[in-house]
Nanobody, 122 residues
Framework: QVQLVESGGGLVQPGGSLSSSCAAS????????MGWYRQAPGKERELVAV???????YYPDSVKGRFTISRDRAKNTVSLQMNNLKSEDTAVYYC????????????????WGQGTQVTVSS
């Protein structure tokens, strides 16, 4: 079992910046990739950023160039730097872990944090 705790959300005006972090504890040895998702009211949860075990990163077009994901393996944490925030970025942001898919069921390590609110006011 892995426990994830997010922090660093808050309220910011358009164009501002926020940084969120996620700390993993428990059986963290199963973690391969770590990422951030977000869910706004009335919308489906969507991927924001992900970083693999080889430090390969991916960002969707909606946040590319504005958000940066980073990872501290020694501390089992992942952070999300959010710059030039827009109203459309308002959502609950969730940290997520993934296991090694090459190991099949034995490598499963899919856990979610409880989320942190990011509000970009007009």
């Amino acid at each position: 079992q892995v426990q994830l705790v997010e922090s660093g959300g808050g309220l910011v005006q358009p164009g501002g910046s926020l940084s969120s972090s996620c700390a993993a504890s428990g059986d963290t040895s199963c973690i391969s990739a770590m990422g951030w998702y977000r869910q706004a009211p009335g919308k489906e949860r969507e991927l924001v950023a992900v970083i693999s075990d080889r430090d390969v990163t991916y960002y969707p077009d909606s946040v590319k160039g504005r958000f940066t994901i980073s990872r501290d393996r020694a501390k089992n944490t992942v952070s999300l730097q959010m710059n030039n925030l827009k109203s459309e970025d308002t959502a609950v942001y969730y940290c997520r872990t993934e296991g090694d898919y090459a190991l099949g069921p034995a490598g499963r390590c899919d856990y979610w944090g409880q989320g942190t609110q990011v509000t970009v006011s007009s």
